[in-house]
Nanobody, 125 residues
């Protein structure tokens, strides 16, 4: 059974950092492009960043440029979202998603086949 599991969320003060993990089971992540999305209360799901199979990344949310980075560790079958200089407006449920495409990245949720259950990130003093 293909499964993605996010972890690493929590409550952090403004200016703090968190690293989210997206771990795969039942399949090998290095054959997949991985996207991170987030959804704040009352808002639509938003594409944040994506990393393709060759390690290239694309940022879709302008508000996170220079603060968030995405990386992958194929040996651990895990993709990471490093979030620095967090702001209250980063508060959301963060999801990772996977699609078995080679040179592909998308900030569109419909472009992915598999989703994790999400992890809550709250930025507040």
């Amino acid at each position: 059974q293909l499964q993605l599991v996010e972890s690493g969320g929590g409550l952090v003060q403004p200016g703090g950092s968190l690293r989210l993990s997206c771990a795969a089971s039942g399949f090998t992540l290095d054959y997949y492009a991985i996207g991170w999305f987030r959804q704040a209360p009352g808002k639509e799901r938003e594409g944040v960043l994506c990393i393709n199979r060759s390690g290239g990344s694309t940022t879709y949310a302008d508000s996170v440029k220079g603060r968030f980075t995405i990386s992958r560790d194929n040996a651990k079958n895990t993709v990471y979202l490093q979030m620095n200089s967090l702001k209250p407006e980063d508060t959301a449920i963060y999801y990772c998603a996977a699609v078995p495409e080679w040179d592909y990245c998308s900030g569109y949720a419909g472009g992915y086949d598999y989703w994790g259950q999400g992890t809550q990130v709250a930025v507040s003093s």
